[in-house]
């Protein structure tokens, strides 16, 4: 099996053996959030003047951006699921079925 290497903030390996759906779509993924990254870098140095010398600078906030995005999107999903009691509470309020006489 192949591994291969894909960084989004962290470097994260996963395998890419074709049969692996999981890891496929994750490594799309993260392909995806490193080109989204890459792009809003561009667009910043850009912005900026085309200045050289700080790409790194540039691709950090980019990032920076992104990943709050991300969370940002991920709070209302979060916060729409209720919390969830116990097991044996949840069994005590339901009523148990009565048998017939």
């Known amino acids: ?17 074709g049969d692996d759906v999981v890891s496929n779509a994750l490594t799309e993924m993260a392909e995806g959030v490193q080109q989204h990254i890459r792009d809003l870098a561009y667009l910043m140095w850009e912005s900026a003047g085309r200045q050289h010398g700080l790409a790194m600078q540039y691709w950090l906030a980019a990032e920076k951006e992104v990943v709050e995005v991300m969370q940002a999107a991920t709070k209302p999903v979060a916060a729409k699921r209720p919390a969830s009691a116990p097991v044996a509470e949840k069994q005590a309020e339901r009523p148990t079925p009565k048998k017939p006489a």
């Open 1 to 17: 099996m192949q591994r291969k290497r894909v960084g989004i903030i962290y470097p994260l390996t996963v395998a890419s053996n």
